[in-house]
């Protein structure tokens, strides 16, 4: 493969984003297009970086070290040069295989969903657009470029969780998501700068940064590494800054897949891996990580357990895989981590994907319990909902048993006993709560009545396919004490630097407390909720369906606070002491322009007078200080 061509991995979705908007412009403004058109042109896009990325595969696995593509220099003042570098390694690729796939996936499923919206191609062209910034920012040579990609995934975000702009809520939940990627993106960016002053002159690649970190002093690498983390706070959704993930849901359903399995979410934790060499250092601001994670993972299932809207049940959900990630990156187990990414792309966009159908067949109906009897009436979504919902659970043989496990195992290998409990608790949580859903959603006794949308085969064709994912993309990390081999350690050899390993006995005997926990939740779950009688009464209300009343609390505390300090800028400071000041000097020199203008009358006689008066003045001056 020709190292040029990483950069068309990019570059076809991103062209492919700006003909689309193009057309769709033309079509609203002079002449219809087909969507036909929109369609053919969305889904080639990220199916051609998939083939592009399979064939760096290929050339990786053949031996070639890495690739890497650095066509101009994109920055340079005096000593500091950085390119614009495209870096084809054995993680980017990685992360670009699933990306891209998953993508192509979720694009065939919005063909069917969006094809009755009327910004059909607007749709597509952000959707490319978000692919093409998550491509770029996986495949970043720099974290400067890295950047680019991070802020256009944000940018995107904005863009489609706002989509139905007419809707106020929506624009809400856009501003919400944006301003909380902020926040987080500000302490990436004193993380970059601190990189750039203390290692820049020695070059800014991720190579360069491996090779001369060591001599950075060890509380600025402290530094570097918490604020590097909050922006994968921000992107990845952990507390403190999850708040803006569920309402992002506004989105169309689609939308919710991209972000949450291949795009956006999964964003902080390829940093956190990516910059391996700064976090291998500071042991202690990993396992700050690895807390946060597990915490996070904690709070989001609590909340997830009473909500009532199936998207936002899924919401929690990620937020909530997403802390089981930051556990295993954490403690310094990158490639476990990644390895969750990875299954979890499948069984997450096959359950937005599954819900989406729901909820199209519902004719835009979200709540569970309005919803109820679906198994029989919905076969194919009830057999893929149910893989998905085995696998997120951790019940083997599905994907989220074997990647799930092993990050509760390398907490308990790092005796790190609170985070694995933490872990374990949070994982019978996660098997309740979504097979809470799952029985009242499929096997409640409510009868709907109304006759269901029917759901397009461009929408089951990928749920199929996600399924088959969902069951047996764990087995490419099966564990050595079954007779495997982790497919994913060995190809991430570099970000698997976790030497800690427990007997296989002990291995088995933790394998079987994971999955009883996951079987509790489902056999809890089963108890109150399969065969559920619609005729009781469901409280939306409590401290848990309410999520605590952090919205609440933020907008006390720091929303209104700011808002009342910009009314005080705004009326005391502005208005009150600067606009003032401008106007009263500006009134002054107004009023003495007038005074001068009043000389300038073109009256000759005047002006000989005026002239008179100067030089007999001056002749006085002259006879006085002669004389």
Known sequence: MSNYLLAWIVLIPFVSSVILGISYLYSIKVKKISNKFFTFLALLAPMSSFVLGVGFFFGLKNGVSEYLYEPYTWLGVDNYIINMGFLGDKLSIFMVLFITFIGSMIHIYAAGYMKEDEGYGKFFAYFNLFVASMLLLVLANSPLIMFIGWEGVGLCSYLLIGFYFSEPLNVVAGNKAFIANRVGDFGFLVGILFLFVYVGKLGFS???????????????????????FIGAMGKSAQIPLYVWLPDAMAGPTPVSALIHAATMVTAGVYMVARFHFIYDLIPSVGVFIAYIGAFSALYAAIIAMRQTDIKKILAYSTISQLGYMFIAVGLGAYSSGLFHVFTHAFFKALLFMGAGAIIIALHH??????????????PLIYIVMLVANLAISGIPPFAGFFSKDEILLKAYEHQEYLIYGIGLFTAALTSYYMFRFFFVTFEGKNYISKNLEPISASMKIPLVILAIGATFSGFVGLPEVFGGTNMIHQWLSNWSVDSTHVENFKEIVLMGISVAAGLIGIAVAYVKFFKYDFNQDIKESGIIYNKFYIDELIDFLIIRRVRQISVFVSVVVDDGIIDKTVMLLSSGFINLGRRVGRMQSANTRAYAFFMLIGLSSFSLYLIFKLG
């Not at 709540?367 to 919905?378: A, D, E, P, S």
Request: hydrophobic fraction near 45%.
């Open 365 to 378: 109906e979200q709540n569970i319990f309005k919803m109820g009897g679906l198994r029989k009436r919905l």
């Open 206 to 228: 991720y190579g360069a940064l491996e090779e001369y970190v060591g001599i950075v002093p060890n509380h600025i690498l402290v530094i570097i590494g918490v604020s590097l």
